[in-house]
């Protein structure tokens, strides 16, 4: 829960800052990444979001959580690879002599409001 809550306030506070009055009512969509290797998962991820935005003023608002990508650097074959899901292995020669880079486990990526003028 600490670490969800963490990363909720991190959304919160982004949307403060970017949203009027006006955007209250709007529908409004955070697209947010999450490495596969944080204990967090997308579904406890969303399941914080909405019971912290309920008493917030924020109602109108969807939450989509998408893997973050990660560089697998393997040492074996020389081989780099993006990776969106949990793995321990070089997909190319089977090595586990590999290296991924985990300098980020979280960042929101866009916030779209819907704007029906
Ligand atoms: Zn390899």
């Known amino acids: 829960m600490m670490h969800e809550t963490k990363f909720v306030s991190q959304i919160f506070a982004v949307l403060t800052q970017k949203l009027d009055k006006s955007s209250i009512l709007k529908k409004i969509t955070v697209t947010v990444r999450l490495s596969p290797f944080s204990h967090v998962s997308a579904k406890t991820l969303k399941e914080t ?51 991924i880079k985990m300098d980020k486990e979280f960042f929101i990526e866009t916030i779209e409001v819907e704007d029906n003028k």
Request: contains cysteine.
């Open 49 to 99: 979001f909405k019971q912290l935005a309920e008493g917030k003023n924020f109602k109108n608002i969807e939450l989509k959580v998408l893997p973050l990508q990660l560089l697998l650097d393997c040492k074996n074959c020389k081989r780099t690879v993006f990776i969106m899901e949990k793995k321990f292995i070089c997909p190319f020669c089977n090595s586990s002599n590999i290296e």
